[in-house]
């Protein structure tokens, strides 16, 4: 896998913390540390996540034999499918939202889950762990990067809320484009 996939990868995996951070960035009463923190966890968790689900890829595939590329681009097409169809649920606005300690765990999990999945499929087809370590820490950077963004987006968009919307989608539809070129490349 290049670079420039691991980079799309990590890019599309990182819009549900880009939505969630813009989404908090939007509401009042969060703190300019609580931001930080928050996309720290984001970055962490796609990290740890993608790098756990990587590992496992490695050494099934030592088990195995061999990971076909069709099931891991079809397992990606999916985590992609999935985030497209959440992007048409409607969520609550938030409003006046003061995170406490465990929250910065719980959200830092819930927007990496598909990362666990990526890491899986995609980073452990590749056999290499240094492979997976590296572009999990992409993955990771990524995701922190995107999320100081969405944050500072939000603090200037505060009355424009269907932005979160469009990174689902955004995000679903890079995914299901990079489990297709995996599937028939």
């Keep these: 896998m290049s670079f420039l996939s691991v980079l799309i ?18 509401a009042k009463g969060i703190n300019n540390s609580q931001k930080v923190l928050m996309s720290v966890s984001f970055g962490f968790f796609q990290y740890l996540m993608s790098f756990i689900g ?8 030592s088990f195995l034999g061999g990971f076909p590329k069709i099931l891991g681009g079809a397992v990606i097409s999916v985590v992609g499918l999935v985030m497209f169809i959440e992007g048409f ?6 409003e006046n939202i003061v995170i406490k300690a465990k929250m910065f765990i719980i959200l830092g999990v819930s927007v990496s889950i598909d990362a666990l ?16 370590f590296l572009a999990s820490l992409i993955i990771g950077m ?5 999320s100081i963004i969405a944050f500072i987006i939000g603090r200037f968009l505060r009355e ?10 955004i995000g679903g539809i890079i995914l299901m484009l990079m489990g297709i070129k995996m599937m028939f490349m």
């Design 142 to 146: 990524v995701s922190f990067i995107n």
């Design 117 to 132: 999945v990526v890491g899986l499929s995609a980073l452990g087809s590749s056999g290499d762990n240094k492979f997976v």
């Design 54 to 61: 990587g590992i496992f890829g490695v050494y099934i595939l």
């Design 89 to 94: 649920k409607e969520e609550q606005p938030t």
């Design 160 to 169: 424009i809320k269907v932005i979160e919307k469009y990174a689902e989608f």
């Design 9 to 26: 990868i990590a890019i599309a995996l990182s819009l549900d913390a880009f939505g969630v951070a813009l989404s908090l960035g939007i």
